[in-house]
């Protein structure tokens, strides 16, 4: 399997027959994610640690196959929670040990997970439990558009009705409790379904008793769908002052209500996310300070943007909704965005700036066509790679064609203890002082060492480069399943550096 501890690696080999099983008789896609798989599982301990799966629908699934793929996954979830009790040697039944996220494609392409993160499945790290493939985003359209708060707020509380309806533990205690309170139907699922009214009057958007009325008319609407609809419609209802028995909502019932509410606040038009890119005229006698400001103004303007480069540089390269950089481009064409930034010009773009003359070239975009250029010895592992990386790299031809930098041994990256292998320093005398970072990392098993050297190099606040040695073959795979990390945003950039598998084998061997 992988490079994974013995503990995470019997987890992940229990959730892969379990899944390959299951998938006979769901169609839905089932993921790994989590301390099992996270830094080769070595935060995974198997008395404590929950297994985080994803489950995904297929495409365009309705609701009443929505209730039903969802019915199935819960008893299939009950006989995994079986499972890892003798495997893992288990000593506590009385509480859940997996943990089950079910989505739509929907949320996969708006990044909404249960608990509010917006980044959760386009930049994290996770394991198709059929095809063994590791990757960071859950699929290329993760994080691909952006929606309303109040229609993600609402489909983050589908999310985890749907999380605890799944929460039973290997006992079958837990998961959603029936429900028979006061309202007719549970406060939180009206109070979201008040939000996602359309054009609310001012005061009524958390209005419980007009989500209720809102709710049950779409009740009513689609009562002749199915017995289903029918049956709950009676029962709501009933509970709401009609005539007839009164009864509680059983687990399913509130299943069946969050899915309407998924159906209603998942109508809605999407905003695409883009990567594009503003280069300000550059003033060279301009102190750190006022660069900050200027960042920070660009950040008041803009405030739906987030920077791929976090430093203060007068080139910015950013993630958006389309109609942030349309604000930008409104302005500009109105002779106004340089005005409020006080500059001379602006340069803006979708995707990247091509020829960009008005900020000075920066030394640290010289490094990976630099580094690609390295011909390591195919036999080098770990500590020989890095050494002879840095020999590369003290080459006086080397040095002069990357502008001369300070190389040094890189720091701790900040809130971690991971250091990586080497920092490089520009500092021309009066001129902006500039760095970034380099970790080398040798690709010959799993994905798992390098997925998870990929996120800890995410938590760095510098430009940073992840040399990745290997045969062509195992790097064209690592290309194809990293292939959107630059979509992603993040100020990580991946150079490859092919080594010859048969010359390694050739030495092996000795001269002929």
Not at 154 to 162: H, S, T
Not at 165 to 172: D, E
Not at 319 to 335: H, N
Not at 465 to 474: H, I, T
Request: aromatic fraction near 8%; proline fraction near 4%.
């Amino acid at each position: 399997m992988g490079d994974w501890t013995p503990e995470a690696e019997i987890a992940v080999q229990v959730c892969t027959s379990w899944a390959k099983s299951v998938r006979k008789k769901l169609n839905m896609d089932l993921f790994l994610f989590g301390s099992a798989i996270y830094d080769k599982g070595d935060q995974f301990d198997s008395q404590r640690s929950d297994l985080d799966l994803v489950a995904v629908f297929e495409p365009d699934v309705p609701l009443a196959g929505r209730l039903i793929e969802l019915q199935k996954l819960h008893a299939y979830k009950a006989d995994l929670e079986t499972k890892i009790i003798p495997q893992l040697q288990r000593i506590n039944c009385v509480e859940p040990g997996v943990s089950i996220v079910a989505l739509t494609r929907f949320e996969v392409r708006a990044n909404v997970h249960k608990s509010g993160a917006r980044r959760f499945f386009d930049k994290n790290y996770f394991l198709n439990l059929q095809s063994g493939e590791e990757r960071i985003a859950l699929s290329d359209e993760a994080g691909t558009v952006t929606i309303p708060d109040e229609n993600r707020h609402a489909l983050e509380y589908v999310q985890k009705i749907r999380n605890d309806y799944l929460g039973m533990a290997a006992n079958g205690t837990g998961g959603l409790r029936d429900y028979s309170g006061i309202d007719p139907m549970p406060k939180a699922l009206l109070r979201f379904a008040a939000q996602v009214r359309a054009d609310p009057d001012r005061g009524q958007w958390y209005d419980t008793r007009l989500g209720m009325e809102f709710l049950f008319r779409h009740l009513f609407d689609r009562s002749l769908e199915s017995d289903e609809f029918r049956q709950l419609f009676h029962k709501v209802s009933v509970r709401r002052g009609g005539r007839g028995t009164l009864k509680p909502l059983s687990a399913v019932d509130q299943l069946h209500l969050a899915e309407v509410l998924y159906d209603i606040s998942s109508k809605i038009d999407v905003e695409e996310v883009i990567l594009w890119e503003m280069a300000l005229s550059e003033y060279r006698e301009a102190s750190a300070a006022d660069r900050k400001a200027l960042l920070r103004a660009v950040v008041d303007l803009l405030p739906h943007a987030s920077f791929t480069r976090p430093d203060d540089s007068l080139h910015f390269k950013m993630r958006s909704p389309l109609s942030t950089y349309e604000v930008a481009r409104k302005l500009d064409e109105q002779s106004s965005l340089a005005g409020f930034l006080g500059v001379e010009r602006v340069r803006l773009a979708k995707g990247e700036l091509q020829n960009d003359e008005l900020t000075s070239p920066s030394p640290i975009d010289l490094v990976p066509q630099v580094v690609a250029d390295w011909q390591p010895d195919a036999t080098l592992m770990g500590l020989e790679l890095e050494q002879s990386l840095t020999q590369y790299l003290d080459r006086s031809e080397i040095r002069e064609s990357l502008g001369n930098p300070l190389v040094e041994s890189g720091g701790p990256i900040f809130g971690t203890d991971f250091r990586p292998d080497f920092k490089l320093t520009w500092r021309p005398e009066g001129g902006r002082t500039e760095t970034c970072l380099i970790e080398v990392k040798r690709y010959s098993k799993s994905l798992a060492g390098v997925m998870a050297t990929l996120e800890e190099l995410f938590l760095s606040y510098e430009p940073t480069f992840l040399v990745v040695v290997g045969e062509q073959a195992r790097l064209d795979r690592l290309r194809d399943e990293t292939r959107n990390l630059k979509r992603l945003g993040t100020n990580v950039q991946i150079i490859f550096v092919a080594v010859d598998s048969r010359t390694r084998k050739k030495d092996k061997r000795g001269p002929n």
